[in-house]
């Protein structure tokens, strides 16, 4: 597993699951679903900086966590809606990675706000590690997909293990919203 881009063809990849609009119109893509953020921090960072109100908090009286695309080096603004109105932050950060799992861990260990796919940190919520912040905001979803190349021919292996993803998906309540209000402070 890795967060960067995988060239299917050059790398002799099978397929892969990919996250937002597929922009290469060569590839074959099945979407499998939607995936939603969530703006979160440790408790420790709560109790040390308090809880940002909006998400412009970000900018000035808070710390985030930066995630940064491997392929350009461009760091991923955090981005909100609420009640019809978007708002994009780049936010002032201490530390940015280029791999989920460290991002999530750096949330854990108090180094700033993140806005995270709810799969990488609801167990984080369920052990009262991580707290959801800026609930009455939220993010456009993300679509997901399986993207293979067409050269692949969707045999019988590649068939079974897409089919297979799908109904993990589908199924996996990981990608459903959290009840936010449950991890509140207070």
Same mark, same amino acid.
């Given at each position: ?17 990919? &996250? @937002? ?44 966590? @930066? ?5 350009? @080096?461009?760091?991923?603004? #955090?981005?909100?809606?609420? &009640? &019809? ?11 940015? #990675? ?13 180094? &700033? ?9 609801r167990e984080h919520f369920d052990d009262g ?58």
């Amino acid at each position: 597993m890795t967060d960067r881009p995988v060239d299917l063809v050059a790398e002799n990849v099978d397929c892969v699951v990919r &996250g @937002g609009e597929i922009t290469d119109q060569s590839l074959i893509a099945r979407r499998i679903g939607e995936m939603s953020c969530l703006a979160c921090a440790a408790p420790s960072y709560i109790e040390k900086f308090g809880e940002p109100q909006h998400p412009s908090d970000l900018d000035r009286d808070h710390y985030v966590v @930066g995630y940064f695309s491997a392929q350009s @080096g461009r760091r991923w603004p #955090f981005s909100f809606v609420s &009640g &019809g109105e978007t708002v994009e932050v780049a936010g002032r950060y201490i530390a940015a #990675f280029n791999d989920g799992s460290s991002y999530v861990e750096a949330a854990v260990a108090g180094l &700033g706000v993140i806005q995270a796919p709810i799969f990488m940190v609801r167990e984080h919520f369920d052990d009262g590690r991580l707290l959801p912040v800026l609930t009455n905001w939220t993010t456009d979803p993300m679509p997901l997909h399986v993207v293979y190349p067409p050269n692949r021919h969707l045999s019988a292996k590649l068939r079974i293990f897409v089919d297979w993803v799908a109904e993990i998906f589908a199924k996996n309540k990981l990608m459903r919203p959290i009840e936010q209000t449950a991890w509140r402070i207070g």
